[in-house]
T-cell receptor, first 112, second 115 residues
Framework: KQEVTQIPAALSVPEGENLVLNCSFT??????LQWFRQDPGKGLTSLLL?????REQTSGRLNASLDKSSGRSTLYIAASQPGDSATYLC???????????FGTGTSLTVIP | EAGVTQFPSHSVIEKGQTVTLRCDPI?????LYWYRRVMGKEIKFLLH????????ESGMPNNRFLAERTGGTYSTLKVQPAELEDSGVYFC?????????????FGSGTQLSVL
């Protein structure tokens, strides 16, 4: 059974700092990995999707990497801003279906 | 373009009552998913529709939960009778082709509280 872990559970940083969020998964036979952002009272917004054949994806100040063999992914946020404050969730899918397995998330607070 | 819409946003019911949650996916999205997050736990898959057919319902916790998607448009998730452990946030998501390399679009969720 796939298990996804995110560390740390919460993170507080001053504005402008670069930061890294971590995600690990127990079964390396994944089809893809997505990073989501969730704001309080809102749904999940997909930030980056990395297919199993890829090693990283970039969007603006965000960069996500994937090391399938070691079961790890990182989300790098450059020059953090207060608007980046949210919960960040990592999710993986297996090749047999469309079911996502989620981590419990990292709650990020960027202090102005 | 309208996103995934869920109704109601909050529901408070007593144990033993029935509640029906509704999800309107993005227009044209054949694939609709229900997920649930109970307090302190990760978001977990409940089921997946392709049009009106249940593709995968392996995550449905028990037979008190019934999901339908008549006509392949909106979906409902009924809990009858509700129990305390059913409390949580129920998310709906949709995608066009249902391929694993597609992004999922999520609704804002329904916060269900069973007292």
């Amino acid at each position: 059974k796939q298990e996804v872990t995110q560390i740390p559970a919460a993170l507080s940083v001053p504005e402008g700092e670069n930061l890294v969020l971590n995600c690990s998964f127990t079964d390396s036979a994944i089809y893809n990995l997505q990073w989501f952002r969730q704001d309080p009272g809102k749904g999940l917004t997909s930030l980056l999707l990395i297919q199993s054949s890829q090693r990283e994806q970039t969007s603006g100040r965000l960069n996500a990497s994937l090391d399938k063999s070691s079961g790890r992914s990182t989300l790098y946020i450059a020059a953090s801003q207060p608007g980046d404050s949210a919960t960040y969730l990592c999710a993986v899918t297996a090749g047999t279906g469309n079911q996502f397995y989620f981590g419990t998330g990292t709650s990020l607070t960027v202090i102005p | 373009e309208a996103g995934v819409t869920q109704f109601p946003s909050h529901s408070v019911i007593e144990k033993g009552q029935t509640v029906t949650l509704r999800c309107d996916p993005i227009s044209g999205h054949d694939n609709l998913y229900w997920y649930r997050r109970v307090m302190g736990k990760e978001i977990k898959f409940l089921l997946h529709f392709v049009k009106e057919s249940k593709q995968d319902e392996s995550g449905m916790p028990n037979n008190r939960f019934l999901a339908e998607r008549t006509g392949g448009t909106y979906s409902t998730l009924k809990v009858q009778p509700a129990e305390l452990e059913d409390s949580g946030v129920y998310f709906c998501a949709s995608s066009h082709m249902g391929q694993a390399n597609e992004k999922l679009f999520f609704g804002s969720g329904t916060q269900l509280s069973v007292l």
